[in-house]
């Protein structure tokens, strides 16, 4: 059984195109969960991925646990010989063979004793089982990445890399496929590397944040971390979020709603295909969020916390971010204008209730 | 000899014409592999050079080209020269030099399909086959060459038709010398020199049989894959 120890994964890049330069400086990432490489388009969060997968040759070195993959002193392990499985952005489903022999092609390539992960596993974890004898012709956009996928995972890889498998779908396609990723990540005991420009993907899927921009690595932070200051890139597009870790209780078929639960307090969202005590994120955007002094007696808004005023600060011309906690200690931030702030009356301390408009599962 | 419609006719041309042509093939498959790869994979400019280099036999006339390998494959070029030193024999004038000849005349026929049958693979699926444990040759094995096999048939077709048409450069270095370098295209012509029309007809008709044959099981064939792979 690897520890985390012996995953952590130590790096340095310098890679030159020209018009644009990859240059992280010395970096380790954690050896477990999900690490999300998180940035504009051109910032180099690709690039970077493909350094580590061996598709890119810079400078610099490369040490996953104790192996070296990279080293100033010429060593470079050829892509086929690093225990590494890398989703691509666009499908990469080879045309002339079955789903069935693609998911193989991996498979077949390592040796019996470093098979961790069974078809049978990967199969049922991406719900692809009805398209084995299907040419990757006939599926759709999400049902491509989900096969990419399993074929990744049967090469029991001892890291994951995925470069934005989602940004080529559909809405509909990527709403498909989040749940599957989603549960990859509470049911697979390997590190991935996710590199996304979706803010809302960072929040269902990360557990650490990679930051980079123009080629650079701005900074590292756990999601929580990233999540606290109001001024995090991941606020750039939707404004402030608040991600809470959550656990099914129970469903309310008769009006199709599901319970979650975190610490004291509860949601109700729209009905779930999920188990009652699966762990999930849910994420409210603080826009979403508005406050009142009392507790409202009659209102068509369902999730209502109790909560106490921490913190405000301008977030924009007339705009305040409010941040509030629930009795528990859970943050909830909200975005609201001055001009109601002023109205309300409110003040750092006090108890005011947050009505929230919308959970969001997926936007 | 046969006798066909009354007259006597020689098939020794048509052997050695399929013997060349089948041989030039083989040929240019294997060196056109790793030629028409490096083309389609080079991004430097050195890339370019060659692909006019290569492509450069279907705009010279055969005679010019014919010329150049008389003097490359003759005892003091050299090509010749080197031969000379394995074998007594020379190299102009002989099947060797046939089969040399046509694979310099037929290169561009082999080379610029599989150029373009492996510039659309894309490069991520390969990139995927290598994150998947694929090793280069593995690669080229389990992905290249089964999505490239409409490449490949058109490469060997071309090439193949493209030697059992060929007449200038052969007579520049081959000469005509019955039963060793006389091919059909050169005994169609010999025929019509001294008026056997018969004989002529014949072969004549024959090759048009056959390139109709050949081009109709290729586009045949090209069109069923195209139905598999969609």
Known sequence: ????????????????????????????????????????????????????????????????????????????????????????????????MDVRRNLEYGLRRIPKERR???????????????????????????????????RALLTSPRLL??????????IRSKREILPYLERLHRELDIPVLYVTHSPAEVERLADQVVFMEDGRITAIETLAEATSRIDSPL?????????????????????????????????????????????????????????????????????????IITGMEPTGPGKLAVTTETRDGQTLLTEI?????????????QHVHAQIKAVAMME | MIELFGVELDLAPVWLTLKVAA??????????SPIGWWLARSKSRLGVVFEAVVALPLVLPPTVLGFYLLIGLG?????????????????????????????FYSLPFAVQPL??????????????AATLGASPMDRFFSVVLPLSQRGYLTAATLAFAHTVGEFGVILMIGGNIPGQTQVVSIAIYDHVEVMEYTQAHILSAGMMLFSFAVLLIVYGLNRRMEVKIG
């Open chain 1, 235 to 307: 606020f750039f597009d939707e404004g402030p979020v608040t991600v809470i870790e959550a656990n099914v209780d129970h469903h309310d078929d008769a009006y199709h709603l599901t319970r979650v639960t975190f610490g004291d307090h509860g949601l109700w969202l729209p009905r779930q295909p999920l188990e009652p005590g699966t762990a999930l994120r849910v994420r409210i955007l603080a826009r979403d969020v508005s406050l009142i002094r009392s507790a409202p007696e009659e209102t068509s808004i369902l999730n209502v916390l109790p909560v």
């Open chain 2, 115 to 128: 150029m373009h049958a492996f510039e659309s693979i894309g490069e991520r699926r390969l990139e995927a």
């Open chain 2, 23 to 32: 041989l030039t093939t083989v040929i240019l498959i294997v060196i056109g």
């Open chain 1, 1 to 96: 059984m690897n520890t985390d120890n012996n995953r952590t994964i130590r790096a340095r890049f310098h890679l030159d195109f020209g018009a644009f330069a990859l240059d992280t400086g010395e970096f380790s990432l954690p050896g477990s969960g999900v690490t999300a490489i998180f940035g504009h388009s051109g910032s180099g969060k690709t690039t970077l991925l493909r350094c580590m997968a061996g598709l890119e040759q810079g400078e610099g070195y490369l040490r996953f646990g104790e192996d070296t993959w990279q080293d100033a002193n010429r060593k470079f392990l050829p892509v086929h010989q690093r225990p590494l499985a890398y989703v691509f952005q666009e499908a990469t489903l080879f045309p002339h």
């Open chain 1, 116 to 150: 961790r992960i069974t078809p049978e596993q990967a199969i049922e974890w991406t719900g692809v089982g009805h398209l084995l004898d299907r040419s990757p012709v006939r599926l759709s956009g999400g049902e491509r990445q989900r096969v990419a996928i399993a």
């Open chain 1, 161 to 170: 890399l995925m470069d934005e498998p989602l940004s080529a779908l559909d």
């Open chain 1, 337 to 349: 204008t001055r001009k109601s702030a002023e109205t309300l009356g409110l003040e750092i301390g």
């Open chain 2, 75 to 103: 005892p003091h070029g050299p090509i010749g020269s080197m031969w000379s030193l394995v074998s007594e024999n020379n190299l102009t004038f002989s099947f060797a030099g046939l089969v040399i000849a046509s694979v």
